[in-house]
């Protein structure tokens, strides 16, 4: 069975960092794009960044340069790299491959101080 | 970036009705649309993909249609369990794109 399970989120003061991870099982990962998507406290869900199987990116506008996604095939593992935080990044933050249906349980990020 | 409009963004339904949510698209997104349920704190659960493809362990109540920019899903005979919040997603461009979502609610 598919299983995408997130890691590495937390309480962080605006302007710091934090690193997530997300470890894939139950498909050949190396194959297939992948996404963050996030979704603010009551709201809707937001796509975040995207990573091609080649290692392309695209990102949001809210995020760009601010934010990296990127993978290593060999562990499994999908990161997103946060830096900058802003209040408005606090979320829940999805590993997913939206149109296959493949979604971790998300991991939450707090920016407060 | 491709914009979806969900409609509406709540409903009121009793057990057994049936409910129609519908979402456009600000072009043609060639049947690339799928379906989402959340229920709250769990992760999205995708029902119905490419337009009307039921997703394994998806009920048969649920259903969906259309084309180009104009699709709609259906749930007929509402049960409780139904109760939820529904997203569309549109895939056929990156970046894929989420509709605001539609609260169906008992009434």
């Known amino acids: 069975a598919v299983q995408l399970v997130e890691s590495g989120g937390g309480l962080v003061q605006p302007g710091k960092s934090l690193k997530l991870s997300c470890s894939a099982s139950?498909?050949?990962?190396?194959?297939?794009?992948m996404h963050w998507i996030r979704q603010a406290p009551g709201k809707g869900l937001d796509w975040v960044a995207y990573?091609?199987?080649?290692?392309?990116?695209v990102y949001a506008d809210a995020v760009k340069e601010r934010f990296t996604i990127s993978r290593d095939n060999a562990k499994n593992t999908l990161y997103l790299q946060l830096n900058s935080l802003k209040s408005e990044d606090t979320a829940i933050y999805y590993c997913?491959?939206?149109?296959?249906?493949?979604w971790g349980q998300g991991v939450m990020v707090t920016v407060s101080s | 970036d491709i914009q979806m409009t969900q409609s509406p963004p709540s409903l009121s339904a009793s057990l057994g009705d049936k409910v129609t949510i519908t979402c456009q698209a600000s072009?043609?997104?060639?049947?690339?649309i799928a379906w989402y349920q959340q229920k709250p704190g769990k992760a999205p659960r995708q029902l119905i993909r490419y337009t009307s493809t039921l997703v394994s362990g998806t009920p048969s109540r649920f259903s969906g249609s259309g084309s180009g920019r104009d699709y709609s899903f259906s749930i007929s005979n509402v049960e409780s369990e139904d109760i939820a919040s529904y997203y569309c997603l549109q895939y056929d461009n990156l970046p894929p794109t989420f509709g605001g979502g539609t609260k169906l609610e008992l009434k």
């Open positions: 072009q043609n997104i060639n049947k690339y």
């Open positions: 990573i091609s199987s080649s290692s392309g990116t």
């Open positions: 139950g498909f050949t990962f190396s194959s297939y794009g």
């Open positions: 997913a491959s939206p149109p296959r249906g493949y």
